[in-house]
T-cell receptor
Framework: DVKVTQSSRYLVKRTGEKVFLECVQD?????MFWYRQDPGLGLRLIYF???????EKGDIPEGYSVSREKKERFSLILESASTNQTSMYLC?????????????FGDGTRLSIL | AQTVTQSQPEMSVQEAETVTLSCTYD???????LFWYKQPPSRQMILVIR??????QNATENRFSVNFQKAAKSFSLKISDSQLGDTAMYFC????????????????FGTGTLLAVQP
């Protein structure tokens, strides 16, 4: 089974801090994704990566950056955390090649910015 | 732009009964895929079922089946013999292939339907 591991289930940070959310997958997937999940809004794509060191903006990239130095690891960075970034963050990964490959999700990180 | 609409924020069903969750989407693409994901309370999101747009036959996975109406752009999920473990948030998602080297499957999600199965 695919395992997508997010480093923290719950995280509390302060406004203005630089925050790192880490995600690791163990199935050699090329694609990795970061979403935020908010009630009534579903999941919205922040950034994704289709290869090492490659990244593309999603629908809501403002205030975030990402890093993918190794294939198995995809980090989401909040450069200067703000209260409106309080949310549930989900990481996912998938194979490329066949376009109907499902995404496999981690357990999520519930981030609170005070 | 593609959009996915789930018009039922919450639903409730009695154990052992059948329930249908609605999903509509909007696209001008002809090649796309549709998915239903399930997110149990405080647990990981998992894939329930998928449908390829070029296939006319509706997908089924045990107690889960879809009613795919391509012309109407409708993709509903039917859960038969509902069980307490089916209690979850259900997300409908749409994907059209986007190529960055290989096919990268960006998903567009609906806002979700919270299903409660009552004993």
């Amino acid at each position: 089974d695919v395992k997508v591991t997010q480093s923290s289930r719950y995280l509390v940070k302060r406004t203005g801090e630089k925050v790192f959310l880490e995600c690791v997958q163990d199935m050699d997937h090329e694609n990795m994704f970061w979403y935020r999940q908010d009630p009534g809004l579903g999941l919205r794509l922040i950034y994704f990566s289709y290869d090492v060191k490659m990244k593309e903006k999603g629908d809501i990239p403002e205030g975030y950056s990402v890093s993918r130095e190794k294939k198995e690891r995809f980090s989401l960075i909040l450069e200067s955390a703000s209260t409106n970034q309080t949310s549930m963050y989900l990481c996912a990964s998938s194979l490329t090649g066949r376009s109907n490959q499902p995404q496999h999700f981690g357990d999520g990180t519930r981030l609170s910015i005070l | 732009a593609q959009t996915v609409t789930q018009s039922q924020p919450e639903m409730s069903v009695q154990e052992a009964e059948t329930v249908t969750l609605s999903c509509t989407y909007d696209t001008s693409e002809s090649n796309y895929y549709l998915f239903w994901y399930k997110q149990p309370p405080s647990r990981q999101m998992i894939l329930v079922i998928r449908q390829e747009a070029y296939k006319q036959q509706n997908a089924t996975e045990n107690r889960f089946s879809v009613n795919f109406q391509k012309a109407a752009k409708s993709f509903s999920l039917k859960i038969s013999d509902s069980q307490l473990g089916d209690t979850a948030m259900y997300f409908c998602a749409f994907m059209t292939p986007t190529y960055y080297g290989g096919a990268t499957n960006k998903l567009i999600f609906g806002t979700g339907t919270l299903l409660a199965v009552q004993p």
